[in-house]
């Protein structure tokens, strides 16, 4: 039971203080630290040293350590890697989540559902906190575009989408449980994301207390009296919510105002730049290149000349991040995951009209959304290890009757 508790501890805890202080040394202190890498590291090593006994999962990490090394060499032989640390650090960042979740697979007889489900809450109400309280003590990052800061939290975007599961998993057990508790972390973790300020953030909150208002309609389990008053304080919470997020965009925020626009729309939308200067990169790979992909470094290099750039730049869709660096042979096993899960949300509401597959599909459904339209998705480290949790949530969902029941 340990071993469940100091992952638990490291996943949850731990890393966001990591985090504040990585932030710190490098929004602050103006330095840079590999304490964030270590500890990823770290955990990476104790999640798989304790994992893969189980064949299953020593299976998957084979497949994935062969695909990845077997690409790994096509770049190298083509010169496509010069720096071997960030070699090294793409490889822990993308089996990093995959790693913590073949751990709870390993010990599923002493992680419940349900309590991952909280640890989960408890890990989005932190974040939250303590963001709002770095932004309030004038610790923070200013978003590069737009209103919004996101306290000593380096990647603002990542740990946007990271709270949008979150809410979503908190929606979910208030129309289980309709109590006060659960609706004032409803009530923090959205607040959140309307500090960060990204667009998708505010979009989230306001469709989340919408989905709330409206899951009655879609959902044959019957809601409770209490959830019913609760309703009714969330439609007049929702209507200032709504005009806070018309007033930020159309007076404080010029990106996202003009973002919007319909000629903006029209032409491709935000991040219509970044999309064509892929098209133009990957109109010189070699076939090969399509399927082995041509490595973060290299793709992110070619795209930062072609838009004229002096540093690396990604393309954030996180669909030409990954088949461009992966290529279809690895990026696809990639991006699989989430959109299996998707489907499988999507049939088990559309078979038992339940609250549970009525806020997995619309979580799992954001997080995809996010992810191919202003990434950040799959590609985040921190976002990707809360969705592949949910999934162990979906796995062992039996574990959840418990709650309305108590």
């Known amino acids: 039971m340990w071993k469940v508790k100091v992952v638990y ?13 990585n932030g710190y040394v490098q929004l602050i202190r103006h330095d840079s630290t590999a304490i964030g890498a270590v500890f990823k590291l770290c ?18 990490f084979l497949l994935f350590t062969f695909l990845y090394f077997l690409s790994a060499s096509y770049w190298m032989f083509n010169g496509y890697v010069s720096n071997y640390t960030d070699f090294l650090s793409t490889l822990t960042r993308t089996l990093y989540p995959y790693a913590i979740l073949g751990f709870f697979l390993a010990n599923r007889k002493k992680v419940s559902a349900n309590t991952l489900s909280n640890w989960i809450l408890l890990y989005s109400v932190i974040c939250s906190v303590s963001m709002h309280i770095c932004n309030y003590l004038g610790y923070y990052k200013m978003r590069d575009y737009g209103y919004g800061a996101h306290g000593l939290f380096i990647a603002g975007n990542d740990l946007s989408v990271s709270l949008i599961i979150g809410v979503c998993l908190a929606s979910y057990l208030f129309t289980l449980k309709s109590t006060w508790k659960n609706f004032l972390i409803i009530l923090i973790i959205s607040s959140a994301l309307m500090t960060i300020g990204t667009s998708a953030g505010i979009i989230a ?19 409770n009296r209490f959830y019913r008053r609760f309703r009714i304080i969330i439609l007049v919470s929702c209507l200032p ?6 007033d930020r965009i159309m007076n404080y925020d010029d990106y996202a105002r003009n973002k919007y626009q319909i000629s903006r729309l029209a032409s491709g939308g935000a991040r219509d730049v970044l999309e064509n200067a892929f098209d133009k990169v990957s109109k010189d790979f070699k076939y090969t290149d399509y399927v082995f992909g041509i490595g973060t470094e290299e793709l992110y290099n070619r795209i930062g000349k072609s838009m004229s750039l002096y540093e690396e730049r990604g393309v954030e869709l996180d669909q030409y991040d990954i088949l461009g660096a992966f290529g279809l042979l690895l990026g696809s096993l990639l991006m699989a995951v989430p959109l299996i899960y998707l489907k499988r949300f999507v049939f088990y509401f559309k078979n038992k009209r339940t609250s549970f597959g009525f806020w997995g599909s619309i979580a799992t459904g954001m997080f995809v959304i996010h992810g191919f339209v202003a990434g950040h998705a799959f590609t985040s480290i921190q976002a990707l290890t809360i969705m592949l949790l949910l999934f162990y949530i979906y796995k062992f969902k039996e574990d959840l009757n418990s709650i309305s029941n108590s």
């Open 205 to 223: 909150v306001v469709l989340n207390f919408i989905f709330i208002m409206v899951q009655p309609m879609f959902v044959k389990q019957k809601v």
């Open 43 to 60: 955990v990476l090593a104790f999640c798989l040293y304790y994992s893969l006994s189980k064949l299953r999962i020593l299976k998957f």
């Open 9 to 21: 501890f490291s996943v949850f805890i731990l890393s966001i203080f990591v985090d504040l202080y």
């Open 241 to 246: 919510m709504c005009y806070f997020s018309v």
